[in-house]
């Protein structure tokens, strides 16, 4: 389609115009000096704002508007800041521009919840220098962070600050495991003091190691030598009454023809049962001592057998390795705790208690009572998330001191930083602001830092800040 336009063209009356002529403009198509009709810059303009250069110029082509990415950064930096509307509440919070290197601070909106602006350090100067030309802030929302402190207490003296809670509780939680740390010693012992509870297994013995009982042996099952004996009767008697002689009986079975001969003369099967029960060994004057040492936990066959031998045993220690072998494979091995680590034991006393597993809860009931210093910690951490959750920041000051009645330096330390910044910590635990939001946009920045792969300037990324929606 061929869109032919027509307009007026103007001379100047005056002479001392070095125009001399000028062209009629047709509102929302031309602009004087202009390549782009207002509508192709609004496209091409927020196709830049979202996608930058290199991006912006591919979906420029596919749409069929050609630009150049340099074309599309122009426009990005030719567009003055939005507006700005009165800012009551402000957040506060850094982000990096190259981790470890160069930082950035980007400033919140909270009740608008908008970026306003983008700093380019995260010194105490810049925060001033904005603050003082923006009177209107009533509420400074920021992390603890020294720099962020004194720049408003410079730039806006008639404001308030509120400390984020959220990083009040972080501080809390590196007091903590300091602690923790200090004391995983007391973990230990407290856990090697108990053994390890291993899960009941079929088969497992459940009684203690005693002398045999009739037809079952030490550990109160039924004797092998007795099973023994009945498949073999039963399968002798069988083959007798299908006429088979001894030796035939024998060969099959491969037993002893004397053993054959035995099964076949008994006159029943409680014969041969009273001889496999009532067997006779050279150990059975020791067996009580045996069993007593055994269930009193002494399982070192060398040390039973010397034992033994004082007490005028005289076979050999493979009698009493033979005789002890199944107790020694029914008997469970002691295994002692393993003591939890420090992060987990954080995270047990940094969590609420009604959201504690009841295996977790009970370990930290048992590191509580080992450990007192733990004890206390663990109640003030209690009590300072009560403080945060009711937003009663009026008990701190109580709260301080009695974490300082306590031995724990390194709550003595975190006392420390918040009575330097004691106002600031009262309004975080009081108020309803916090600094949520501004990491919400602080992860928003960071996305569209990596989208342009670390070439665009602070400008380009702080015009994308504030005009992206």
Known sequence: MV??????RFRCLNGACSAVTFAEQVEGLTMPHARKTPLLRSVLLSIACALAGRPGARLAALLGMRAAKDTL???????????????????????????????????VDLEARRPVDVLPSREADPLAAWLAGH??????????AGAYAEGARTGAPQAVQVADGWHLWRNVAEAVEKTV???????????????????ARAGDATQPFGPPAGMHDCLGRPRRLVARTKERYAAVQERLAEGKSLTAIS????????????????????????????RQSILDEYKPHLHQRWN???????RLHRELQELGFRGGIQTVRRYLRHAKRHTPPVTLRPAPRPRRVVRWIMTDPARLRADDAQELKEIRAACPHLDAAARHVRDFAGMLQDRRGDLLPDWMNRVIADDLPALHSLIAGLRRDQDA??????????????????????????AGYGRAKLDLLRIRVLLRP
Request: charged share 25%; with cysteine; proline share 7%.
């Open 3 to 8: 869109v032919e336009l027509v307009v007026r």
């Open 73 to 107: 950064l122009q426009l990005l930096r030719s567009v003055p800041d939005p507006p700005q509307a009165p800012v009551r509440v402000l957040g506060v919070d850094d982000f990096a521009l190259r981790k470890g290197d160069s930082y950035a601070t980007v400033l």
């Open 135 to 144: 009177p209107e802030v009533e509420i400074i929302c920021r992390d603890r």
């Open 181 to 199: 740390g200090s004391h995983h010693g007391c973990i230990r012992s407290a856990f090697a003091a108990s053994p390890a509870a291993e899960p």
């Open 251 to 278: 060969q099959e079975l491969r037993l002893d023809h004397s053993t054959v001969r035995r099964f076949a003369r008994a006159t029943g099967i409680d014969e041969l049962l009273v001889n496999a029960a009532n």
């Open 296 to 302: 009193e936990g002494c399982h070192d066959i060398p």
């Open 425 to 450: 910590v009262v309004a975080g635990l009081s108020s309803p602001w916090s600094s949520g939001q501004v990491e919400g946009q602080v992860t928003r920045v960071k996305l569209l830092k990596r």
